[in-house]
Nanobody, 129 residues
Framework: QVQLVESGGGLVQAGDSLTLSCAAS????AGWFRQAPTMGWFRQAP?????????????????AYADSVKGRVTISRDNAKNTVYLQMNSLKPEDTAVYYC?????????????????WGQGTQVTVYS
């Protein structure tokens, strides 16, 4: 099995920055150094469906972002540490949500939540104006 643990969330003022981390562990991750899975970040605000934020390919060479965060958010990964990051700048109140990381045991990028095989428990990000 794979466990994903997010960290780095918090309460911040509009315009501030945050970096979220997602650490993967478990027996399956032993092979990730050679062929790491696609990783994604999603978020879910109260009363709304889980929404795509960003995704990164196995080697980190390809990324994709939701239009709502493009230009403000950067996804990156360190496969040696089995960790993926989400750097968020110029935060807005509408960025308030629980942020989840997820792993897709495949090589292509995907923005669809149901494609992802493993999910973390989420970390709360609250942005006040």
């Amino acid at each position: 099995q794979v466990q994903l643990v997010e960290s780095g969330g918090g309460l911040v003022q509009a315009g501030d920055s945050l970096t979220l981390s997602c650490a993967a562990s478990g027996r399956y991750t032993a092979g990730w150094f050679r062929q790491a899975p696609t990783m994604g970040w999603f978020r879910q605000a109260p009363g709304k469906e889980r929404a795509f934020v960003a995704t990164i390919s196995s080697t980190g060479s390809n990324t994709a972002y939701a239009d709502s965060v493009k230009g403000r958010v950067t996804i990156s990964r360190d496969n040696a540490k089995n960790t993926v990051y989400l750097q968020m700048n110029s935060l807005k109140p509408e960025d308030t949500a629980v942020y989840y990381c997820a792993a897709f045991i495949g090589t292509e990028l995907t923005t669809t939540p149901r494609d992802y095989n493993y999910w973390g428990q989420g970390t709360q990000v609250t942005v006040y104006s």
